[in-house]
């Protein structure tokens, strides 16, 4: 069964980074893309990147390009999420979700990280 | 504003059917498949329909997708209250590069 558990909320002051992780188990870390999504209270899903575990090779929103890097350490099973530069408006939750090569649909998702910018 | 266009909410009454539709362009839906997904209040979403029509495991044939050229729609039949929730349409643009949803869509069961 798969199963991708995410770190803990996190309180960031504008200005400040923060780094979400995604630990997958139940499945092959290196087969699965990993996509990085967030949802600001009361909005929509906004997609901001994938990465390919298995080269390390990643992609994000052109409104992301220079604040965002996504890694993974593929001994632990683990992806990562940082976001840099953060602003109050980078207030939401942000998800992890395993999408199958050449596939355009997520099929197991993280349980939600909430990041909190705020002065 | 959403890259893909889905109507805010639609509403029915238990038993009834109801559907809610996505529209894209030739970048998006036009050339790749749709997923739908499930988001109940406070949770993760979770997917109901991948490559436009197809149904993960344990997903009810109660959830049905389709796609006419560029747009593409989830009908939902014998609603239930527990169907109650918020649903995404979702797929990759081939000029953007990059993921995209619709703004989403709040079922009300009445």
């Known amino acids: 069964q798969v199963q991708l558990v995410q770190s803990g909320a996190e309180v960031k002051k504008p200005g400040a980074s923060v ?4 630990k997958a188990s139940g499945y092959t870390f290196t087969t ?4 990085w999504v967030r949802q600001a209270t009361g909005q929509g899903l906004e997609w901001m990147g994938w990465m390919n575990p298995k080269t390390g090779d990643t992609g994000c929103a052109q409104k992301f390009q220079g604040r965002v890097t996504m890694t ?3 001994s632990i099973g683990t992806a990562y999420m940082e976001l840099r530069s953060l602003r109050s408006d980078d207030t939401a939750v942000y998800y992890c979700a395993t999408t199958p090569p050449d596939s355009t649909w997520s099929d197991s998702w993280g349980q939600g990280t909430l990041v909190t910018v705020s002065s | 504003q959403s890259v893909l266009t889905q109507p805010p909410s639609v509403s029915a009454a238990p038993g009834q059917k109801v559907t809610i539709s996505c529209s894209g362009n030739s970048s998006n839906i036009g050339q790749n498949s749709v997923s ?4 109940l209040p406070g949770t993760a979403p979770k997917l109901l329909i991948y490559e ?5 495991s344990g997903i009810p044939d109660r959830f049905s997708g389709s796609n006419s050229g560029t747009s593409a729609t989830l009908a939902i039949t014998g609603l239930q209250t527990g169907d109650e929730a918020d649903y995404y349409c979702g797929t990759w643009d081939n000029s953007l590069s ?3 949803f619709g703004g989403g869509t709040e079922l009300t069961v009445l």
């Open chain 1, 19 to 22: 780094k979400v992780s995604c």
């Open chain 1, 32 to 35: 699965h893309h990993v996509n």
């Open chain 1, 72 to 74: 993974r350490d593929t």
């Open chain 2, 36 to 39: 739908w997904y499930q988001q």
């Open chain 2, 52 to 56: 436009t029509d197809k149904r993960p």
């Open chain 2, 98 to 100: 990059a993921g995209v």
